[in-house]
């Protein structure tokens, strides 16, 4: 796709990696810019029925470039910078109607943090770590940070995790339910692998209505949550994969999802 966004697809997974392993994969508005491109791509060909996020090098994102922060020259202010950049890629990811999983290869900070959140789910390296860098260079949280981390952790923790801005190794990133499984390094790459197969293989629309679902629950309330889940099941039950799901299950067989 270019230099510092790289775009691989195979057997149905797309792979996203950030690519510029040299300064720890920060984000200039470019990259930013490109990165938007490539979801857009996903979103846009029914053959993606899995997308991989991750890094390349060391990082999975140090977040925004602090040199181009400093020499940015233009209109803009940092908040519509904010509004034009990360807040639309962290919204087109949630917005995806496919799985997305973030391949936490190593260190994900500031803005970085708010992507590697805004996956689906996350597989980390036993050398990943998350660090909310915002602080310790005087800013608040962006990028959906704050958002994720008080919906992951509760109040209390987001707070301390926020206001102290301390790294937050692969492990306690599990024990908080910041990531879904930790691996050794060199099983990262096959774990994600095999985890992507299979999820490209599955019921595509009917994940992809599993996401919609979730996104509105989370600002929901229950009443609320019980109307749109019945208005969505409307739409999965006319789902080829959906009825394909029941013959199978009816005639004892594997079912084989399309993705329709
Ligand atoms: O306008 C807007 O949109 C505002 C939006 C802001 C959103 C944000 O993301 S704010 C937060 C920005 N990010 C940071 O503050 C993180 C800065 N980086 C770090 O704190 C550390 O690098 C890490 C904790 C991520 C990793 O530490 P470590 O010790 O493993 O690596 P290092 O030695 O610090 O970094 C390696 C190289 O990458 C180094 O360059 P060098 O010395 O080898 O030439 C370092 O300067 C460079 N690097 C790391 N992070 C950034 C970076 N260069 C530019 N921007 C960075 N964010």
């Given at each position: 796709?270019?230099?510092?966004?790289?775009?691989?697809?195979?057997?149905?997974?797309?792979?996203?990696?950030?690519?510029?392993?040299?300064?720890?994969?920060?984000?200039?508005?470019?990259?930013?810019?490109?990165?938007?491109?490539?979801?857009?791509?996903?979103?846009?060909?029914?053959?993606?029925?899995?997308?991989?996020?991750?890094?390349?090098?060391?990082?999975?994102?140090?977040?925004?470039?602090?040199?181009e922060?400093?020499?940015?020259?233009?209109?803009?202010?940092?908040?519509?910078?904010?509004?034009?950049?990360?807040?639309?890629?962290?919204?087109?990811?949630?917005?995806?109607?496919?799985?997305?999983?973030?391949?936490?290869?190593?260190?994900?900070?500031?803005?970085?943090?708010g992507?590697?959140?805004a996956?689906?789910?996350?597989?980390?390296?036993?050398?990943?770590?998350?660090?909310?860098?915002f602080?310790?260079?005087?800013?608040?949280?962006?990028?959906?940070?704050?958002?994720?981390?008080?919906?992951?952790?509760?109040?209390?923790?987001?707070?301390?995790?926020?206001?102290?801005?301390?790294?937050?190794?692969?492990?306690?990133?599990?024990?908080?339910?910041?990531?879904?499984?930790?691996?050794?390094?060199?099983?990262?790459?096959?774990?994600?692998?095999?985890?992507?197969?299979?999820?490209?293989?599955?019921?595509?629309?009917?994940?992809?209505?599993?996401k919609?679902?979730?996104?509105?629950?989370?600002?929901?309330?229950l009443?609320?949550?019980?109307?749109?889940?019945?208005?969505?099941?409307?739409?999965?039950?006319?789902?080829?994969?959906?009825?394909?799901?029941?013959?199978?299950?009816?005639?004892?067989?594997?079912?084989?999802?399309?993705?329709?």
């Open positions: 796709m270019s230099e510092h966004i790289l775009y691989e697809f195979n057997d149905g997974v797309a792979t996203i990696t950030l690519n510029r392993p040299d300064r720890l994969n920060a984000l200039t508005v470019e990259m930013t810019g490109e990165l938007l491109a490539a979801i857009e791509q996903c979103a846009g060909d029914d053959a993606v029925r899995c997308v991989v996020l991750t890094g390349a090098g060391r990082a999975f994102s140090a977040g925004q470039d602090l040199e922060f400093l020499t940015v020259e233009g209109p803009w202010t940092v908040g519509e910078h904010l509004r034009h950049g990360y807040n639309r890629v962290v919204l087109a990811l949630r917005a995806l109607e496919k799985p997305v999983i973030g391949k936490i290869n190593g260190v994900a900070a500031g803005a970085g943090l992507i590697a959140l996956t689906d789910l996350r597989i980390a390296s036993e050398q990943a770590s998350f660090v909310p860098a602080i310790g260079i005087g800013l608040a949280p962006d990028s959906g940070v704050s958002w994720f981390l008080q919906q992951l952790v509760g109040p209390a923790k987001a707070f301390e995790l926020l206001a102290t801005g301390r790294k937050v190794g692969a492990k306690e990133t599990l024990s908080l339910g910041l990531v879904n499984q930790v691996v050794p390094a060199t099983e990262l790459a096959p774990t994600v692998e095999a985890l992507a197969r299979q999820l490209a293989q599955g019921p595509t629309k009917g994940i992809g209505l599993t919609r679902v979730l996104n509105e629950a989370a600002s929901a309330s009443t609320d949550t019980l109307e749109y889940e019945a208005q969505v099941q409307d739409l999965a039950v006319q789902t080829a994969d959906h009825k394909e799901g029941v013959a199978a299950f009816l005639q004892k067989r594997k079912p084989k999802f399309e993705g329709k």
